[in-house]
T-cell receptor, first 114, second 113 residues
Framework: QQQVKQSPQSLIVQKGGISIINCAYE??????FPWYQQFPGKGPALLIA???DVSEKKEGRFTISFNKSAKQFSLHIMDSQPGDSATYFC?????????????WGLGTSLAVNP | DVKVTQSSRYLVKRTGEKVFLECVQD?????MFWYRQDPGLGLRLIYF???????EKGDIPEGYSVSREKKERFSLILESASTNQTSMYLC????????????FGPGTRLTVT
């Protein structure tokens, strides 16, 4: 059972276009929603994250939109560049005892054509 | 900068061999994690450790064990490697408690033949 559903599995965008990756969750106990970026040959790295008390967070060309009532959140990459080509993972975090549990989406492979 | 290092980038082992994957972090982090990454399956948690000598099973612990004798080092052990354990293995760490961010190593690509 996939607790965090991510789509699409792969995405091809032209340089300068907007890349949009969507995620949905069920468990309302999640209270932190990060996006990780992974380049080939590297481990994932935190890109941007949002709490459910805000509807949008922007960092440079990257924006998270969050819809609490729909239990959905999405990553928008504006003015997509070839250097953005990577795998993107959404995730959702909740408390688990004294620590936090991170539930991952399955990932989206983004290719930005020059 | 947080640094998580993994002992090997690529490893080729034979079926039935005992395999050790080592991970070291230099930020005095409490928590350490082992994931495997397979195409279309995302990141799946194998084990994590929240303190020295403490461990908890993740989502797919079967066929694996772990060891954490020192705070900075977390080892993943495949007691008897099988071909279905061919995968990318990622180690991560964080400060624990309410910490959200996980810091990843570069991964070890393990091939079992």
């Amino acid at each position: 059972q996939q607790q965090v559903k991510q789509s699409p599995q792969s995405l091809i965008v032209q340089k300068g276009g907007i890349s949009i990756i969507n995620c949905a969750y069920e468990n309302t106990a999640f209270d932190y929603f990060p996006w990780y970026q992974q380049f080939p040959g590297k481990g994932p790295a935190l890109l941007i994250a949002i709490r459910p008390d805000v509807s949008e967070k922007k960092e440079g060309r990257f924006t998270i939109s969050f819809n609490k009532s729909a239990k959905q959140f999405s990553l928008h990459i504006m003015d997509s560049q070839p250097g953005d080509s990577a795998t993107y993972f959404c995730a959702a975090s909740r408390r688990a005892g004294n620590n936090r549990k991170l539930i991952w989406g399955l990932g989206t492979s983004l290719a930005v054509n020059p | 900068d947080v640094k998580v290092t993994q002992s090997s980038r690529y490893l080729v082992k034979r079926t039935g061999e005992k395999v050790f994957l080592e991970c070291v972090q230099d930020m005095d982090h409490e928590n350490m994690f082992w994931y495997r990454q397979d195409p279309g399956l995302g990141l799946r948690l194998i084990y994590f450790s929240y303190d020295v000598k403490m461990k908890e099973k993740g989502d797919i612990p079967e066929g694996y064990s772990v060891s954490r004798e020192k705070k900075e080092r977390f080892s993943l052990i495949l007691e008897s490697a099988s071909t279905n354990q061919t995968s990318m293995y990622l180690c991560a760490s964080n400060t624990g408690g309410s910490s959200y961010e996980q810091y990843f190593g570069p991964g070890t690509r393990l091939t079992v033949t």
